[in-house]
């Protein structure tokens, strides 16, 4: 990383933690308002028990006394023992590992816990910097791009309310991810394999960027198809293979297969029960749930057509194909996530698209979208909030989603079916 990089990623993540630090001190309620924040606490503390969160079997004396206790107890979660059983271990190991580490510094104190997810967010704010600023292929001044990342980083309504405001530690997942795309754009095998690892072994989802890391660590002017890429790099493919593979492993083995038992019923529920919280479906499934089903089997089926024109037209480059991945997985097929599941999405999608200069509209009307968008959805919810609104406020989310994925969807249409989309801004000139 050259000195201006570093320079700036060190004033933003500098100027990030100082806002969310702010917001903290001011929020004490958040410290036991919110359900997420107790599954997390309850996850540390087996981790820092030595006691194994996937196997229920596993001193069932503590795990008893950790669902009763006052610190982190919400009836959602913890009126039955199965119940809290379930939650307490419903996340990958190296999230619980994280949780274990903040609450090995103080049991039980939900401030750690709000302020390490502040600083691991205040990092991805810095890194999303140095992407916006150095990288992303479209001709604006580095001012112009300083309110871009700001806007899109240190003051996301998402990051915000959904992070900091309401504690989550999904801008973790986004960090070990861009980190993971800045490595490879900068051509450093090894670190983009490791962070490769972490973004699998943290929420899994980081496995939908490894074809956009493979092809900017290799790539080259010699091959013109995706086979011809993969037999002249074969040996490099797997050697970043072996590299995440051991990063995933050294977190998962030490509990056992009911890590993957966990994986699979969770991801067998996200995707066939009914939508909640902030899915772009609820609409349509509190009108009827025969309306959802067709209109999401309709949904695919077009966005499938479409996406196979648009490969034939050879209008979808390997930044578009990422970013379709993670809309498709996230906001289209698991329907009971929060706004800060569907987040990681948002926001990697409009760092990856800006990425390549022959998706500029989409990058640059999203973005806008995401930021203007995101500041009305966050004035709804804190006047929910403020009126203790607390389940009413995800109805705004899931609008706010449903519009995202609709915008993605009418933009990769435009780009896909016309002859000579106009550039939104004159021909791309590089910052470095």
């Known amino acids: 990383m050259t000195r201006s990089k570093l320079c700036w990623f060190i004033v933003f993540s500098f100027i990030a933690l100082i806002f969310k630090l702010a917001t903290i001190a001011f929020t004490k309620q958040a410290n036991y308002r919110f359900v997420d924040l107790g599954i997390y606490i309850d996850g540390g503390q087996l981790i820092s028990h030595g006691i194994n969160p996937y196997d229920f079997e596993d001193n069932k004396t503590m795990r008893k006394q950790f669902r009763l206790d006052t610190i982190a107890y919400h009836p959602e979660t913890s009126y039955s023992q199965?119940?809290?059983?379930?939650?307490?271990s419903g996340n990958l190991p190296l999230s619980l590992l994280l949780y274990g580490i903040a609450d090995s510094i103080n049991s039980g104190n939900p401030w750690v816990y709000r302020i390490l997810f502040a600083f691991l967010d205040?990092?991805?704010?810095?890194i999303i910097s140095i992407l916006v600023i150095f990288y992303w292929k479209v001709n604006l001044s580095r001012l112009q791009r300083f309110f871009i990342a700001a806007g899109i980083g240190i003051f996301s309504s998402f990051l915000f309310y959904e992070g900091i405001l309401i504690p989550e530690d999904k801008g973790t997942q986004i960090l070990f991810m861009l980190v993971s795309v800045f490595f490879a754009l900068e051509k450093r095998v090894i670190w983009c394999a490791i962070f490769?690892?972490?973004?699998i072994a943290f929420k899994g989802i980081g496995v939908f960027i490894i074809p956009l890391c493979l092809f900017y660590l290799f790539e080259d002017n010699k091959t013109k198809s995706v086979f011809g890429f993969l037999t002249l790099h074969w040996k490099e493919i797997i050697w970043v293979g072996v590299i995440s593979s051991v990063v995933v492993l050294i977190t998962f083995l030490p509990f056992g297969v009911k890590v993957i038992d966990m994986i699979m019923f969770r991801l067998?529920?996200?995707?066939?029960?009914?939508?909640?919280?902030s899915s772009m479906w609820r609409v349509f499934y509190k009108i009827s749930p025969q309306l959802y089903h067709i209109s999401k089997n309709i949904f695919l089926f077009l966005l499938g057509v479409i996406v196979l024109i648009g490969i034939y037209r050879n209008r979808i480059e390997i930044e578009l194909f990422t970013s379709l991945l993670l809309v498709v997985f996230i906001n289209i097929l698991l329907i009971d996530g929060s706004i800060c599941r569907m987040n990681i999405s948002f926001l990697s999608v409009i760092v990856i698209l800006g990425l390549n200069s022959k998706n500029l509209q989409l990058a640059y009307k999203m973005c806008y979208f995401y930021i203007f968008g995101?500041?009305?959805?966050?004035?709804?919810?804190?006047?929910?909030?403020r009126m203790n609104f607390i389940s009413h406020y995800q109805w705004i989310d899931s609008i706010f989603s449903l519009l995202f994925v609709l915008l993605f969807v009418v933009l990769l249409f435009q780009k896909i079916f016309t002859d000579h989309p106009k550039p939104i801004l004159n021909e791309y000139k590089s910052n470095d």
């Open 82 to 88: 199965n119940t809290w059983d379930y939650y307490a």
């Open 122 to 126: 205040s990092l991805l704010c810095g």
């Open 196 to 199: 490769i690892g972490l973004s």
């Open 268 to 277: 067998s529920h996200s995707t066939s029960t009914f939508p909640d919280h």
């Open 374 to 385: 995101g500041l009305i959805v966050l004035s709804l919810v804190l006047l929910n909030l």
